[in-house]
């Protein structure tokens, strides 16, 4: 199991949590739409994604996928798999090792 590849799969699921925080707290704020924070490899990446509830739960919906800054995706690990009205890009991780790790770390799939 490559090191670099489950580093790179803890930094997304990191800035997942922090994203799962925001919509939280959008939720009980009645927001519509909401600044995430883009959840790519690059854990010094400090860019806003602007993406409703209802779009970002449809991303969340799938394990493997994630909401990127438009260009932030790295195709050797992920690819497109669509960028709505070119706001923002939703890529699902193809990578073995990465896909089987933001899998594991998905706070949604944890029994509470
Ligand atoms: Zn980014």
Do not use: W
Not at 93 to 108: D, H, M, Q, S
């Amino acid at each position: 199991m490559s090191e670099r590849e489950v580093r790179i799969a803890h930094t997304e699921a990191l800035f997942r949590d922090v994203n799962e925080r925001i919509a939280e707290s959008a939720q009980r704020f009645n927001a519509d739409e909401t600044q995430f924070v883009c959840e790519c490899a690059d854990p010094e990446c400090a860019e806003r994604v602007a993406a409703t509830l209802d779009e970002y739960e449809g991303v969340r919906a799938d394990g493997t996928h994630f909401l990127l800054v438009p260009g932030h995706e790295d195709t050797r690990i992920e690819r497109v798999v669509d960028r709505p009205h070119r706001r923002f890009a939703i890529v699902e991780k193809f990578n073995a090792v990465i896909a089987r790790t933001v899998r594991r770390l998905n706070p949604r799939t944890k029994p509470s």
